[in-house]
């Protein structure tokens, strides 16, 4: 397996505070890889890290053969349009509907005809589950999963290589979190994705990831598969025996 | 009259504090008065019984808890006899949750520095602010290497909201700015019988000073507080977060299409404010000075110099750079929360007029030196 991104002895120090002391991991391709770990440990700044919205203070990220301590703008720019983001809470761009959130990258990066690009987005909004009525929607007057399935659809607009969810299912009801586990999974043999996400549903945990990360005390303190999970020395470990044994 | 929940009974230098019935958070206020009027400088033993209580609360807990603290010179014995389960488990709860959070309290400054702190981060703020704009000039510069990188539709959008949905107010304070001075000057030009230079003054104090002035403040309440909060709520919403990551850069989407918009609509604003404000007095030159329209531009004609017109537009430019990257700046400071968005709005405002005005009076002197 090739791996896609690695993380090595990275740093992160917020004002006095030092988040990361020496963070290690590898993201093969075509996996389901979870960040997890107790609140606060600094998951979604990682994750933040990696998509370049925040610096590190030492160490190396590489995505995709591109270092990005030193990448260049070019370079930058062109990585940036082989991944998409899934937020937190959507971060869907509140003036315009569903369907121009879609089409936006596909208009400012290609020079595919109008007619085109309406196909493609009414394709990858059927893709994830919502109707093509939906389309004309504006963001404000979507429903919490719904928004959810709209920003993963813009974030697939470009037909990503690598996809990186920020709690994909938190606020959800549910069934929608487990629809939207499934959706994942279809969407990675679909596609052939790589999917890097922080999450703390452990149904989710259970049903979709390959390997994790935990992140605690500032370093890895496991990376592997989920059903090693047991063998990990960390206070975070215990949430997961419960959740085992229940 | 509802049976006291706190009993205070002395016998030497003993003292029984007895509650009874529900302890929660409505009744520890009466008990502190009861306790508060209580004389206990001759006490040396405290006895706290607890053993008739039917309920209580962490409120409550508390209070027993802080008793026990305050009274720490003195004997406290605590009578816990008879009681419920609940009440116990409370009553550990708090403790525990007490023990181990012991808080480390933050000092408070002097106010020599806390002054210090604040002048230092207005200058730090200063700092940051001199950064965006080296930022927003980087963006300019990768912005015009390449003529399809403008982004038109973006810039005129800007145009009709900040330039023609603005014509209309500005108007209407221009023309009354225009009738206030004119009839104000009217009075004292009247009693030198002085009337026609109400001309002159309007004209001049109009096209080089007040029309220019007029606008920015207008625009600055009007657009430089839209742009920060919408900028500031996009940061909220990670919108602009997600613009980086799809590689779409905010200085060339949202930063610099506004600042251009508003540069390039601001002369115009401020023409429409010059006219609007000869208008308003020459109404007022009309009925009150006898002054004819034909005659009020006859006499504007020779007396007002073209000069002062262009100082007026020239100005428009650059209050219009000042407004917009001062509110946009604060609306990319604008952090997590709601509630800096209204500061930062607020901010924006302050800081835009004051700057307007001292660009300002820095163009004064400038001209005055250079003699136009």
Same mark, same amino acid.
């Given at each position: 397996m090739k791996p896609i991104i690695t993380v090595r002895d990275v740093k992160t120090i917020f004002d006095e505070r030092?988040?990361?002391?020496g963070l290690n991991l590898t993201i093969n391709q075509g996996e389901i890889y979870g960040l997890l770990?107790?609140? @606060?440990?600094?998951k979604t700044t990682l994750l933040r890290e990696m998509v370049m919205l925040q610096e590190y203070h030492g160490g190396d990220i590489e995505i995709l053969g591109n270092?990005?301590?030193?990448?260049s703008y070019e370079n930058s720019q062109k990585l940036k349009r082989e991944w998409g983001v899934l937020f937190q809470a959507g971060?869907?761009?509140?003036?315009?509907t569903i369907a121009q959130n879609i089409a936006l990258p596909l208009i400012e990066y290609s020079d595919l005809s109008e007619k085109m690009i309406d196909e493609i987005v009414e394709f990858k909004i059927n893709l994830v @589950?919502?109707?093509?009525?939906?389309?004309?929607?504006?963001? &404000?007057?979507?429903s919490g999963g719904m928004k959810k399935k709209s920003a993963l659809a813009r974030s697939l607009a470009m037909d990503p290589k690598l996809l990186f969810l920020d709690e994909?299912? &938190? @606020?959800?009801?549910p069934i929608s979190a487990r629809d939207f586990d499934t959706l994942i999974l279809k969407l990675r043999s679909l596609l052939n994705l790589t999917i890097v996400m922080v999450s703390h549903d452990l149904k989710s945990i259970y049903d979709t990831l390959d390997r994790v990360a935990i992140i605690d005390h500032k370093v890895i303190a496991y990376e592997g598969s989920v059903d090693n999970i047991n063998s990990i020395k960390s206070d975070f470990k215990h949430i997961f025996i419960k959740a085992e044994n229940e | 009259m509802p049976k006291e929940i706190l009993s205070i009974k002395k016998e030497d230098s003993n003292i029984y504090l007895e509650f009874v019935g529900e302890l929660n958070l409505y009744k520890i206020t009466i008990c502190e008065n009861q306790l508060n009027k209580t !004389? /206990?400088?001759?006490?040396?033993k405290i006895y706290i019984d607890?053993?008739?209580?039917?309920f209580i609360d962490t409120a409550g807990a508390l209070f027993i808890n802080s008793l026990q603290k305050d009274f720490s010179s003195l004997e406290v014995i605590l009578n816990y006899s008879n009681l419920t389960k609940d009440i116990l488990d409370t009553l550990q709860l708090v403790k525990l949750k007490k023990e181990d959070s012991e808080v480390l309290k933050q000092k408070s400054n002097g106010i020599f520095v806390s002054t210090g702190k604040s002048v230092y981060l207005s200058f730090l703020d200063f700092l940051s602010f001199i950064l965006f704009l080296k930022e927003v000039g980087l963006a300019k510069l990768n912005y015009l290497?390449? /003529?399809?990188?403008?982004?038109i539709k973006e810039i005129m959008f800007e145009i009709n909201e900040s330039g023609i949905k603005a014509l209309g107010i500005i108007s209407v304070t221009s023309f009354l700015i225009g009738l206030v001075v004119a009839y104000q000057s009217a009075f004292q030009l009247k009693i030198y019988g002085a009337n026609i230079f109400v001309v002159d003054m309007l004209g001049i104090s109009m096209l080089r000073e007040l029309a220019p002035l007029i606008t920015a403040i207008v625009i600055a309440g009007r657009s430089g507080s839209a742009f920060t909060a919408q900028i500031g709520a996009m940061k909220i919403t990670e919108e602009l977060d997600a613009m980086r990551t799809m590689g779409f850069d905010p200085y060339a989407f949202l930063v610099l299409p506004r600042i251009i918009a508003l540069m390039l609509v601001m002369p115009i604003l401020i023409f429409v404010s010059d006219m609007m404000g000869i208008i308003g007095g020459m109404i007022v030159a009309n009925m009150d000075? !006898?002054?004819?329209a034909t005659l009020f531009l006859d006499r504007f004609s020779t007396a007002v110099d073209i000069k002062h017109f262009y100082i007026g537009i020239f100005k428009g430019p650059f209050f219009a750079f000042l407004i917009s990257t001062i509110g946009i700046y604060r609306g990319l400071k604008?952090?997590? !929360?709601?509630q800096s968005i209204g500061f930062n709005t607020t901010k924006s405002v302050v800081e835009a007029i004051f700057a307007v005005i001292v660009c300002d009076a820095i163009f004064s002197i400038i001209f005055t030196h250079m003699g136009i």
């Open positions: 030092v988040v990361h002391d770990g107790p609140s @606060g440990c600094g270092n990005l301590s030193n990448i971060a869907l761009f509140s003036s315009l @589950g919502l109707k093509s009525g939906d389309a004309d929607l504006y963001p &404000s007057q979507l994909p299912t &938190s @606020g959800l009801d | !004389d /206990f400088s001759q006490i040396k607890l053993g008739k209580l039917s290497k390449s /003529f399809k990188n403008i982004r000075l !006898d002054i004819s604008v952090k997590n !929360d709601t």
